[in-house]
């Protein structure tokens, strides 16, 4: 599920702070950014940044669908037949229905959207600019 990939995208991030934050213990100087211990951060924070990108699409493809679970409602009420009222109690009871059940996709139970995978990306960022920096 999408939960247990972004946990191993976090247990990925660990190590590789941790190397950052403690030294890499080879005796290199802090600026000097060659080596093998240099290489394998490097390879391994694309590898992290790889993961996060695949989360973030998902994220994203799920607030476009509860997006379109969010219009539904909008196109049954806009659809107009020539036999029934333009009032009619079953189209508004049935656009009612779609609006209380709030369909869409929930995480931990909220509703995935588009600002919210914002704030989301906005703090990965952040995390990824704090170690690298």
Known sequence: TYVTLLAATVAGLIPLAVDVIVGLGDGEAPGDCSGPAWNWILHHLVAVMARMALCLHVLLRAAFITEKCNRTMYLVNSLFVKDRPILD?????????????????????????????????Y???????????
């Open 89 to 121: 109690s079953g189209r508004a009871y049935l656009v009612r229905y779609i609006g209380d059940s709030g369909a869409g996709f929930y995480i931990h139970g909220m509703k995935v959207t588009a600002f919210a995978i914002a704030k989301v990306s």
């Open 123 to 133: 703090a990965i960022g952040a995390c990824i600019f704090a170690i690298i920096i």
